[in-house]
């Protein structure tokens, strides 16, 4: 079991924070409102609902292209419009997997879930691919013989480059099989003022997770391997609009879907 920290702030609690929800602690308040002082309010509150509503036009999309099976790497607490929400509105017995390293996250998700047989939470760290692939309860509902959604939300810029964020992908890639995709967003140093990533780096490294901002051409390689779909590479409000969930527009992030195409 992944320890229980809430002496240091979580990236997954200060993001249910910029949420407006109520599982954080004093703690990540605090980082919260340090975040809001580097960007400014109403940015800080911008990115992450940027964010969130492209995870559900990508959920979405993916569900009406009949793609049932869903590992959410990195899902962060509950909250509405969960990826089993969105998919499950559309295929109601689409499988999803929530992963997460935060215990927290394990206890809360387990009792949203607790009547949902298709659905389930694992505490585990995605810097243990084979760790999560392996697991018991995502082998139970998980098919890799059948194509997978990966979703890697706002997750790889809380892993330095030391913790090999592409070889993290590589595994998780080479278990899945053609017509399998991958979505990812991830914020990047590309438009955004240097003094204000100083000041965000440096409340996110008193973190649990520290926080790496990297350009779209770096963001770009981990699809290697991958096709990635129309519109490309993007800012997530310009990712598919017309699919009716729309939210704020800043240029804090990149974000894209790529495909597994056949041999």
């Not at 200060?14 to 980082?31: S, T």
């Not at 409000?237 to 597994?260: D, I, M, N, Q, S």
Request: charged share 25%.
């Amino acid at each position: 079991m992944v320890p229980f920290d809430t002496g240091k702030p979580s990236p997954a609690r200060m993001y249910d924070y910029f949420l407006g929800g109520k599982d954080n602690y004093e703690v990540d308040r605090v980082a919260g409102e340090k975040v809001k002082e580097a960007i400014g309010e109403m940015l800080a509150g911008a990115v992450v609902w940027e964010n969130r509503r492209f995870l559900q036009r990508v959920v979405r999309h993916l569900a009406e292209s009949g793609i049932d099976q869903f590992v959410d790497l990195g899902t962060g607490l509950p909250t509405q419009g969960n990826v089993h929400e969105v998919a499950q509105e559309i295929i109601p017995d689409a499988h999803v997997v929530y992963v997460d390293n935060d215990p927290i996250v394990l206890a809360h998700g387990r009792a949203l879930l607790a009547t949902n047989a298709t659905t389930t939470v694992i505490t585990a760290d995605v810097r243990d691919p084979e760790g999560i692939l392996g697991h018991p309860d995502l082998r139970e509902l998980i098919d890799f013989s059948r194509p997978v959604a990966v979703l890697c939300i706002a997750l790889l810029h809380f892993l330095p480059d030391a913790d090999d964020p592409a070889g993290i992908l590589a595994a998780f890639r080479d278990r899945l099989c053609p017509g399998s995709y991958l979505a990812l967003s991830h914020l990047t140093n590309d438009g955004v003022p240097a003094d204000e990533l100083d000041r965000v780096e440096a409340v996110y490294a008193q973190a649990t997770s520290p926080i790496v901002f990297r350009p779209p051409e770096r963001i770009r390689e981990f699809f290697d391997g991958l096709a990635i779909e129309e519109p490309g590479l993007v800012r997530p409000w310009r990712w598919r609009p017309e699919l009716g969930v729309e939210g704020p527009c800043t240029e804090a992030l990149y974000a894209a879907l790529g495909r597994l195409p056949a041999d």
